[in-house]
């Protein structure tokens, strides 16, 4: 196969041009050309009035060699890579070994179970919350009814937090054995839409989520892989010290009845997520290794997602190819912070995603239509450990914990979200009174007021000093009716529990940090890949 990439075509081409331009391409006669792939299909906006598409294909043609002498060094065609998945190790039959421990049923959790179920290690899943569809009906009960389930919600539970979100899945990860394509195809064995392997920005969106990880779920128990629901590690069995320091169990508690259990366990992938504050707690006590790491706090900010699409494909806005349009921007600002856009979420809601009582937190989804009327994404800004906070690896989660209970007061102790207009935001005022053109999705709902109130004085401060100038990049971007919503605080972990080069914990053999939570991933693609990455790893050690 010959991998031909940067083939450009008018936005509006028909289906039967492709063959002929790549034929013209690689300067052979249709004849010779005899299985076309599409890996992948973006586009390229920069003159709006003529929006090209960009295509990569894998192609087979009649004597290959001859074609590829006839481009030696060509960056666009070369030899098509290999990325069928390999698995490194593989349990012999019969193995009855000691069964890998996995917790959390996120991304990482998903994909780490699913590749050692398939090398034959029958993993046992341990997950707080509920299997999916009964985590969804908590998850409304808090958007609908103000009805908050500490165990279940959006960040706990099967699927993790990436199921309540726009299901991007793609990342700038270094990926040279292409384990990003491995997830991407077990996703599409899932049920999810085949577009995902080819389209540049692929995403499935949240209902399409839910059937996809319950039926991953039905594979990994036809492997013979175990799920634990409603069961929380409530400490962490440790013996030994120095080079000796080794995992070997778990005590578990049944979330419904409080009953506890005590499960042997040497090697155990850690995929908790990066909202498991007790259990952090619990992994510091034990004098498990972590640190502190930078993360960033902000708001959800909503426009009209027709407001997106024409600043970004103009006249071409609306073109069903191109779907409802993304952006991606940033400013350095003069008080020495990063602003940034994070999480885009095109066509969808902002939603709530506390775990816990008390506070308040947002976040974005999309469903796969991208379809509804608002466009959002975090507008965050950088902190740092030792400068904003202490660096004490848990002094992250207190700072995160602060404004999100701050956030739970202003905007009435009852869930719902304090909100402000971007116009009474740059004029230092507090905002009341009706929305204007825009109005916020968030549910339970968003009470006018001073976001200065549950946010640090230098994030406000370099948000100010951004919105005019992503307003020159994007055209109404700081149009003074756009509502910005509090607050976005868990971008990503705000420790790292530090492994080696053998993705074991530095300090305690056994355990296996992983995905988001652990500090090693930011995304539900980067924390798929990782979770390979460390159930490759365990296994090795397991099987050797």
Not at 393 to 401: H, N
Request: include cysteine; proline fraction near 6%; hydrophobic fraction near 40%.
């Amino acid at each position: 196969m010959i991998r031909l990439s940067d083939l450009t075509l008018p936005l509006n081409h028909p289906a039967d041009a492709i063959e002929p331009a790549i034929c013209a391409a690689l300067a052979i006669a249709p004849e010779r050309l005899r299985r076309v792939h599409m890996v992948r299909r973006g586009n390229d906006a920069r003159k709006k009035s003529a929006i090209k598409l960009v295509y990569v294909f894998d192609v087979e043609v009649e004597d290959e060699g001859e074609v590829l002498a006839r481009f030696p060094g060509h960056s666009h065609i070369r030899p098509a890579p290999d990325t069928a998945y390999k698995f490194p190790v593989m349990a012999p039959d019969g193995w009855d070994g000691q069964r890998p421990v996995v917790i959390g049923a996120g991304p990482c959790g998903l994909l780490a179970a699913l590749i050692l179920a398939q090398m034959g290690l029958k993993p046992i899943i341990i997950e707080r919350g509920k299997a999916v569809r009964e985590r969804t009906k908590d998850t409304w009960a808090l958007w609908r009814r103000h009805e908050l389930t500490p165990e279940s919600n959006v960040q706990f539970g099967e699927g993790g937090a990436g199921t309540f979100s726009d299901g991007k899945l793609y990342s700038r990860i270094k990926d040279p054995r292409h384990l990003s394509r491995k997830v991407l195809t077990e996703f599409v064995k899932a049920g999810a839409p085949d577009d995902i392997l080819y389209e540049a920005h692929p995403h499935i969106g949240t209902f399409r989520l839910v059937t996809m990880v319950m039926s991953i779920r039905e594979t990994i128990e036809a492997l013979g892989g175990e799920y634990r629901f409603g069961t929380r590690v409530e400490d962490f069995a440790i013996e030994g010290e120095g080079d000796d320091r080794h995992l070997t169990g778990l005590h578990l508690r049944d979330v419904a009845s409080g009953a506890e259990s005590f499960l042997p366990a040497s090697h155990c992938v850690m995929a908790l997520g990066h909202s498991a504050r007790d259990t952090f707690a619990v992994l510091h006590e034990r004098g498990v290794f972590m640190e502190a790491k930078p993360f960033a706090i902000g708001v959800r900010i909503e426009h009209p997602q027709s407001w997106i699409d024409k600043a970004r494909f103009g006249p071409c806005a609306g073109h069903p190819v191109l779907g409802a349009a993304a952006y991606a921007i940033a400013h350095q600002a003069s008080n020495g912070r990063a602003v940034y856009s994070f999480c885009m979420c095109p066509g969808g809601r902002v939603v709530a995603a506390t775990s816990e009582e008390g506070r308040v937190v947002t976040n974005g989804m999309s469903q796969y239509s991208r379809a509804e009327f608002n466009a959002n994404s975090g507008l965050v800004v950088t902190v740092d450990p030792g400068k904003d906070y202490p660096e004490d690896p848990l002094a992250g989660v207190e700072f995160q914990r602060k404004w999100e209970s701050l956030a739970f007061q202003a905007g009435g102790g009852d869930y719902c979200a304090p909100g402000q207009k971007v116009g009474d935001l740059l004029a230092g005022r507090a905002s009341s009174g009706d929305f204007g053109a825009v109005i916020p999705s968030y549910k339970p709902g968003v009470k006018l007021t001073d976001l200065s109130a549950c946010l640090p004085p230098y994030v406000i401060e370099a948000i100010r000093e951004a919105l005019p100038v992503f307003g020159r990049q994007i055209p109404n971007y700081d149009h003074p009716d756009v509502v910005m919503t509090g607050v976005e605080t868990r971008t990503s972990s705000p420790l790292r529990i530090t492994r080696g080069k053998d993705f074991q914990s530095l300090n305690t053999r056994g355990l296996y940090p992983a995905g988001e939570g652990a500090g090693y991933a930011g995304g539900i693609l980067s924390a798929a890949v990782d979770g390979i990455r460390v159930a490759e790893a365990l296994a090795g050690a397991v099987l050797a």
